[in-house]
C-alpha cells in the first residue's frame, strides 16, 4: 500500500489540527494503520495505531486525551485528530501501514514496512 500523509501546518498552543492519511494500492482495510512523529535530532516516535477494522486504538502516553485516531477504510484514508496541541507536539508526522501488528510490536518503526511521505507540524507557544 502507498500512503500520502498531509495537513500538517503552523498553530498555536492549545489549538487543534487534523491529519490525513490517504492511501493507493493494496486494500487499505488489511492494514493497521499508524501514525509516527519526529523532531530533529530525536528518534522516530510512536503516536497512536489503529486496527485493520478500527474498532481497536492504541496511544502513546504523552498524547493520550488530546489526539484520536480514525480511519475510513471505505474512502482509504485514516487521521489523526490532534487538539490541546502543545509545543512538544512539534514534529514531522509519519503515517504507516503494516498488515500484521501485535502489541509488544506496534510501538517500533521497524515493524512497519510502509510508510508514507511526513507532514510537518508546527506549535508555537
Known amino acids: 500500500v502507498q500512503l500520502q500523509a498531509s495537513g500538517g501546518g503552523f498553530v498555536k498552543t492549545g489549538e487543534s489540527l487534523t491529519l490525513s492519511c490517504a492511501a493507493s494500492?493494496?486494500?487499505?482495510?488489511?492494514?493497521?494503520i499508524g501514525w509516527f512523529r519526529q523532531a530533529p535530532g530525536t528518534d522516530r516516535e510512536f503516536v497512536a495505531v489503529?486496527?485493520?477494522?478500527?474498532?481497536?486504538?492504541h496511544y502513546a502516553d504523552s498524547v493520550k486525551g488530546r489526539f484520536t485516531i480514525s480511519r475510513d477504510n471505505a474512502k482509504n484514508t485514516a487521521y489523526l485528530q490532534m487538539d490541546s496541541l502543545k509545543p512538544e507536539d512539534s514534529a514531522v508526522y509519519y503515517c504507516?501501514?503494516?498488515?500484521?501488528?501485535?502489541?509488544?510490536?506496534?510501538?517500533?518503526?521497524?515493524?512497519?514496512?510502509?510508510w508514507g511521505q511526513g507532514t510537518l507540524v508546527t506549535v508555537s507557544s
Open positions: 489503529i486496527s485493520r477494522s478500527g474498532a481497536n486504538s
Open positions: 494500492g493494496r486494500r487499505f482495510s488489511m492494514y493497521y
Open positions: 504507516a501501514g503494516e498488515i500484521d501488528i501485535v502489541l509488544s510490536t506496534m510501538r517500533f518503526p521497524n515493524n512497519y514496512h510502509s
